[in-house]
C-alpha cells in the first residue's frame, strides 16, 4: 500500500515538473493574460467579417457559384471564431498562443 502511495506521488510530482520549470516572471505573465483578453475580444468583434471574407475567396476561387458554399463556410467559420474568443476571454487567466489567424488572412503552408 505504501509503494502503491509513494509511486502515485513520484509520478504526480514528475507530471508536474514542467509546468514549475518555467522560468516566467510576473510581468510575462501579466502581459500574456493581457494578450489572450485582447485576442478574445478581437475575435468576438470581428467574427461577423468571417461571412464576406470566406464568400469573397470563394467566389474568386468558384466564380458566381462560390456564392453559397461560401456563406455556409463563412457561418461555420463566424461560430467557430465567436466560440474561440469566448473561451478565451473566459480563461484569459491561462496564458497561450494564438489558435487561429486574425480574421481574412491565409495562413501560407510552411515549405519543407
Known sequence: MRI????LMTVGMLLLVPFVSAEETVGDYMYGI????G???????????EIPCTIHTDMKDQ?????FPGLGMGTVYMLRRMFIGV??????FIPME???PPVCRETNPAVA
Not at 34 to 37: D, P, R, S, V
Not at 41 to 46: A, D, K, S
Not at 63 to 67: D, N, T, V
Not at 87 to 92: A, D, I, L, P
Open 4 to 7: 502503491r502511495i509513494l509511486l
Open 34 to 37: 493581457g494578450t489572450k483578453f
Open 39 to 49: 485576442r478574445g475580444l478581437e475575435n468576438i468583434v470581428t467574427s461577423f467579417a
Open 63 to 67: 466564380g458566381g457559384s462560390g456564392f
Open 87 to 92: 473561451c478565451e476571454v473566459g480563461s484569459f
Open 98 to 100: 494564438r489558435t487561429i
